[in-house]
């Protein structure tokens, strides 16, 4: 059984900082990973995904992973928020069989104050 | 178009009535989802069509329904609500090669 862990229920940061959302996953196969993000309000977005090459990806608005395959983990970051960037970031794993099956974590509520 | 629409936005059932909830694509993507979202929780796979085949999960298998008369649309059928089906319901879709789903904005049910 492959599980997504987001230790971060809430992240709260200012305007400008810096900001890592974490993530941990439980799979040992072939596998892809990606970053959704949701305003409120609104679905789920996609972000960025990974499944080889440059451990480091690049998503929109800034955005970027990194995957470890030592940690098990698929971190994701941006250098300086803006307040829109508060939102619900939903990490997901999907098993290489197909179908596209997401399964996620509970989800990092962030919040930047201006 | 990219959007995933779903009606309605919030829906209101009885305890024991049937639900229906409605999801349309107009990206002519083969496969379209259904995911539960509790509280606290992770969304959570119900079942998937590709194509015109169902694939419900083993755990809620006898609990949802679900048809698919086109490419487009796509319903979730609850037989007899209980109050633990309260939830939000996200429908998806995508395109097989891609991993990328793309979602509604989900549709809020309560139960009382």
């Known amino acids: 059984t492959q599980t997504v862990s987001q230790s971060d229920a809430h992240v709260t940061v200012f305007e400008g900082d810096s900001v890592e959302l974490r993530c941990n996953y439980s799979y040992g196969g072939s596998i892809y990973l990606s970053w959704y993000i949701q305003h409120h309000g609104h679905g789920l977005q996609f972000l960025l995904k990974y499944y080889s090459g440059n451990p480091v990806v690049q998503g929109v608005n800034g955005f970027e992973a990194e995957f470890s395959k030592s940690d098990s983990s698929f971190h994701l970051r941006k250098a300086s928020v803006h307040w829109s960037d508060s939102a619900v970031y939903f990490c997901?794993?999907?098993?290489?069989?197909?179908?596209?099956?997401?399964?996620f974590g509970k989800g990092t509520v962030l919040l930047v104050s201006p | 178009d990219t959007t995933v629409k779903q009606n309605p936005r919030y829906k209101l059932a009885r305890v024991g009535k049937p639900v229906n909830l409605i999801c349309s694509q107009t990206m002519n993507h083969d496969t379209m989802y259904w995911y539960q979202k509790k509280p606290n929780q992770a969304p959570k796979l119900l079942l998937f069509y590709y194509d015109k085949i169902l694939n419900r999960e083993a755990d809620t298998f006898e609990k949802f329904q679900s048809s698919r008369p086109n490419n487009s649309f796509c319903s979730l059928y609850i037989g007899s609500a209980g109050l633990e089906y309260s939830a939000m319901y996200l429908c998806?879709?995508?395109?097989?090669?891609?991993?990328?789903?793309?979602f509604g904005h989900g549709t809020k049910l309560s139960v009382l």
């Open positions: 997901a794993v999907i098993h290489d069989s197909g179908y596209n099956k997401l399964t």
């Open positions: 998806a879709s995508s395109s097989s090669g891609s991993e990328r789903l793309f």
